[in-house]
């Protein structure tokens, strides 16, 4: 068999109808992770009540040095929105994040491959994949250098250990790692230094044979100034399409002294995920024949064992500011397979990641400077076998990054001017297999990332903020490879060299409204991306079935986002989202079904127009709250044609909580897609043509028992 024949099998070939996943990479939480009580009602207004005395301390202040520097405050002229504890927990049952984020925060859409909320899952932001997004965690960048996505599958129950999320829409300011380029997403860790000792016990039923137990302990803060806390988490189901079931398990130990000005802090976090593979959708056919189709082998499985340690040291200065820099290491390795029956091909890939961030915090009366550099260096090995040990390949990525920003914020009167200047130089390095015929190679860019911006005080509680902001992106290792995994004689000359893919840019502007009142708050705006040079799959396909990416020369993004919150009955909340958009790739010539058609004012793929976000929560007496939440998302293109037979249909879901609150214990029942709407929650088109979906996550009920001690 060929060398060409062997790339052509590799799964990162992708199967008709595969999810528009990337190469299957193992990045790792490259941060300090800890985590907090999970408990509603009483117990949990106490937790924030003693968090809030907490946030006071100057160890808690020093702690958030570095989320400081990269977060928008209150007044920045950024679209944002900013995910506080109380309604994380509100709806965390162990889903992954992408499952939980979907309706706290306009314009995100997300889907799972297993028809639950648990696996693979992945998040789109004003219809943008997750390799857009920039994503870290304490200010460590998260997402793969090569790749440039993030696999939250990765972090069993990771919200367990989160204290607040910022999604920020558009360009945002500046931040460590890849390209904010449709928006960013901070995790800040709950802290690790407490007043009290203390841990909880949480276990969990549900259905698909899902299963949950985490537990934690923390020492509080000692008087030697120590503190320390961990946490394990073990989560399993059976998943809902046909074998696709899922095993997390991860564990965290962090450990620091939290000294007046000073703290380090140290800390780990390991972490294995098993499954049995879903990423290929069924057919209208098949599904109408069994809804839970899996074209997959039961027994082509993918496992991922990862590791992270951290040190940070964070000082407080005699100026009024605060210095924070973190060293980190992240090691990953796992396989997964790929069968062509009867051939058997299985895939290893293992990376090492080394880094480190430093930010500086200053204020001197109206004026706040912020301050931070970034740099990395990243290794990865891709190796494909024709089982049981035939080597096909051997190659190695290699990805180095270094960025540094400046961000002034000054306050005139009524007025706070915003400005955010940043610099960023990557470089990918190509180590081909011994074998592959061809020399090893390599490409830098550099990019330039202005911002600026002013937001303006109206009255009380009311401001009015906009902003412009360029940003660039270069291309990931997919978009170079056209989603091959090994570059060799025999494909090269389809790929050209790595100038073949441009970089892409944004200029974005944001213009809003933030109103807040005792019974409501309101935040309105309005945004205008316009990109050149956007990254698509509409190059002709290859040898192998690949579709080559390509340059889109023109294309734009805008809508109007609106989130609300109303407080104004006794014992009743109502609150959601809407985001209305227009999205258009204005002209290209489409290669992708060989012969080269020139498209004109199409719509881009997996853009809904219309998405919305609703729901009331209900506390009938102190100990009890009820809560319904719905969803409708509009109907999307599966593919930058606009055809009408490569359709995503609009749906509506429903969901349900109940939890009762017993004095340390608490139950939470928590329902999902309550009607069990029978739609799709994304798909893909092949290079032949033919259309696949990814079910909606089915009807289930999950029981949650949780013990605070």
């Known amino acids: 068999m060929s060398r060409r024949i062997f790339t052509r099998r590799a799964h990162v070939s992708r199967p008709e109808g595969a999810s528009a996943r990337p190469v299957r990479s193992s990045v ?39 989320v400081q520097a990269i977060r928008a405050g209150s007044t920045a002229p950024i679209s944002q929105k900013t995910i506080e504890r109380a ?17 706290a925060a306009p314009s995100l859409v997300a889907h799972t491959e297993t028809g639950t909320q648990w696996g693979y899952s992945y998040l789109r932001l004003r219809g943008l994949d997750q390799t857009r997004i920039n994503i870290t965690i304490d200010g460590v960048p998260l997402n793969d250098m090569e790749d440039q996505v993030l696999y939250f599958a990765n972090f069993a129950d990771l919200l367990s250990n989160v204290q607040s999320v910022q999604v920020q829409r558009g360009v945002g300011t500046s931040t460590a790692g890849t390209a904010s380029y449709a928006g960013s997403i901070n995790f800040e860790t709950v802290p690790v230094a407490r007043q009290k000792a203390g841990g909880d016990v949480q276990f969990q039923l549900g259905s698909f044979g899902a299963q949950r137990a985490t537990a934690s302990f923390n020492t509080g803060l000692t008087g030697s100034k120590f503190a320390a806390y961990g946490r394990v988490s073990a989560l399993r189901t059976n998943g809902y399409r046909d074998h696709s079931g899922v095993m997390g398990r991860s564990a965290f130990l962090g450990a620091g002294w939290f000294g007046e000005k000073n703290i380090v802090k140290l800390t780990t976090l390991v972490g294995l995920l098993a499954d049995t593979l879903s990423y290929v959708g069924g ?73 480190v961030t430093s930010v500086y915090n200053v204020e001197r009366g109206a004026l706040t400077i912020n301050t931070g550099v970034n740099a990395n260096t990243y290794q990865r090995a891709h190796r494909g076998y024709f089982q049981p040990e035939t080597e096909l ?104 060299d790595f100038t073949r893919v441009k970089p892409e840019q944004l ?19 309005v945004y205008s991306m316009d990109f050149r040079n956007d990254i698509a799959r509409i190059g002709a396909p290859t040898a192998s079935g690949a579709i080559l990416r390509r340059n889109v020369g023109s294309s734009y993004r805008r809508g109007l986002e609106v989130d609300w919150a109303y ?76 055809s009408p037979d490569r359709v995503l249909p609009d749906y509506y879901t429903l969901d349900a909580t109940a939890r009762l609150n017993l004095g340390r214990t608490t139950f939470t029942l928590r329902g999902q897609n309550l009607g069990d709407t029978r739609k799709f929650g994304s798909g893909a088109v092949s290079s032949s043509g033919r259309v696949r979906y990814f079910i909606l996550p089915a009807r289930a009920l999950f029981l949650t028992a949780a013990y605070d001690f």
């Open 283 to 355: 057919t209208r056919e098949q599904l109408a024949k069994n809804w839970r189709f899996n074209p997959l082998a039961p027994d082509e499985r993918d496992k991922f064992g990862q590791q992270m340690v951290s040190l940070a040291w964070s000082r407080a200065l005699a100026n009024g500011g605060s210095l924070n820099t973190t060293v980190y290491r992240n090691s990953a390795r796992g396989n997964y397979d790929y069968f062509e029956l009867p051939d058997r091909y299985r895939f290893n890939l293992a990376h090492t990641w080394y880094g």
């Open 28 to 66: 790792f939480c490259a941060a300090a992770i800890t985590s907090a009580l999970l408990l509603p009602g009483a117990a949990l207004r106490a937790q924030t009540r003693a968090d809030s005395a907490r946030a006071d301390s100057a160890a808690r202040k020093i702690e958030g040095v570095t």
């Open 393 to 496: 390949y051997d190659n190695t990525g290699h990805k180095q990054d270094a960025s540094g920003f400046v961000k002034l914020s000054y306050v005139a009167g009524k007025a706070t001017w915003f400005t955010d200047l940043q610099g960023r130089w990557a470089r990918f390095r190509y180590a081909p297999s011994e074998n592959a015929g061809i020399d090893e190679r390599g490409i830098d860019w550099m990019f330039f990332n202005p911002k600026a911006g002013v937001t303006y005080a109206l009255g009380r509680g009311l401001s009015a903020y906009t902003s412009y902001g360029i940003t660039s992106r270069e291309p990931a290792r997919n978009d170079l490879f056209g989603g091959e995994d090994d570059l060799n004689a025999g494909n090269v000359v389809a790929f050209g």
């Open 87 to 103: 309604a994380l927990t509100q709806r965390h049952f162990g889903q992954d994040v992408p499952m939980l984020l979907v309706n």
């Open 567 to 642: 407080r104004g009955i006794d014992r009743v909340v109502l609150a959601g989202n809407a985001t209305w958009s227009t999205n258009r790739i204005q002209q290209f010539t489409d290669s992708s079904r060989g012969t080269p058609v020139v498209r004109r004012n199409v719509e881009p793929l997996l853009t809904p127009r219309f998405l919305s976000a609703h729901r009331i929560e209900v506390t009938p007496v102190q100990r009890l709250m009820v809560g319904l939440e719905g969803r409708y998302q509009s109907r999307a293109f599966l593919d930058n044609t606009s």
């Open 507 to 525: 200029r974005d502007f944001e213009a809003g409204i933030n109103l807040t009142r005792r019974t409501f708050d309101v935040a309105a705006n």
